[in-house]
């Protein structure tokens, strides 16, 4: 059974750090770029930050380069987001996704083809 589930989200004040975890099974883990997603209410999904299968590329919506990190560990099926620097424009509900995807990353959606149920971050101001 094919699954990805995100943990870690909760609530923070502005200027706090948050990491996300999204572990990973039913698949080989190793073969898939992962990414993260994010949706506010009443907005559309938007990409946030991908990696490549071999954790040596990574890619950054501006809004979050320089705060957020996206990180993998393929021997434990596992894709981290570690957030610093939080900010109230940041709160959404928190996705990660897999594609068979080879560089260049993208950050359109209709390439990810399994998607986790989401994990709320909410930064207070």
């Known amino acids: 059974q094919v699954q990805l589930v995100e943990s870690g989200g909760g609530l923070v004040q502005a200027g706090g750090s948050l990491r996300l975890s999204c572990a990973a099974s039913g698949f080989t883990f190793s073969s898939y770029a992962m990414a993260w997603f994010r949706q506010a209410p009443g907005k559309e999904r938007e990409f946030v930050a991908a990696i490549s299968w071999s954790g040596g590329s990574t890619f950054y919506v501006d809004s979050v380069r320089g705060r957020f990190a996206i990180s993998r560990d393929n021997a434990k099926n596992t894709v981290y987001l570690q957030m610093n620097s939080l900010k109230p424009e940041d709160t959404a509900v928190y996705y990660c996704?897999?594609?068979?995807?080879?560089?260049?990353?993208?950050?359109?959606?209709?390439?990810?083809?399994?998607w986790g149920q989401g994990t709320q971050v909410t930064v207070s101001s």
């Open positions: 996704a897999a594609g068979r995807i080879r560089l260049p990353l993208t950050t359109d959606r209709r390439e990810y083809d399994l």
